[in-house]
Nanobody
């Protein structure tokens, strides 16, 4: 079992930046990848970014490429999502997710991730 807890959400002005953190605990040696998803009001959860726990290889949703950066600190069992140039339409609940499935197929799909945090609210508004 792996537990993940997100922190770092809050209110930010359009064009501003925010950094989300996710602390993992438990059997973290089993992790293959960790990702970030977001859920807009009334919509399904959508993929944002993912990082390989071991190699650090990353993938991003097209909508955030060039503005968001995912990273991890294996020694501290943490992953991060640096979000720059945020837009009001990116107001959502952001979720950290962990996967022990050792393949990249379906990395944008929710069922691929076994472990989820409770989410942290990000509000982009002036």
């Amino acid at each position: 079992q792996v537990q993940v807890v997100e922190t770092g959400g809050g209110l930010v002005q359009p064009g501003g930046s925010l950094r989300l953190s996710c602390a993992a605990s438990g059997r973290t040696d089993d992790l293959f990848s960790m990702g970030w998803f977001r859920q807009f009001p009334g919509k399904e959860r959508e993929f944002v970014a993912v990082i390989s726990w071991n190699s650090g290889m990353t993938y991003y949703a097209d909508s955030v490429k060039g503005r968001f950066t995912i990273s991890r600190d294996k020694a501290k069992n943490e992953e991060f999502l640096q979000m720059d140039n945020l837009k009001p339409e990116e107001t959502a609940v952001y979720y950290c997710a962990g996967s022990t499935i050792h393949r990249w197929t379906g990395y944008t799909e929710i069922p691929r991730y076994e472990y989820w945090g409770q989410g942290t609210q990000v509000t982009v508004s002036s």
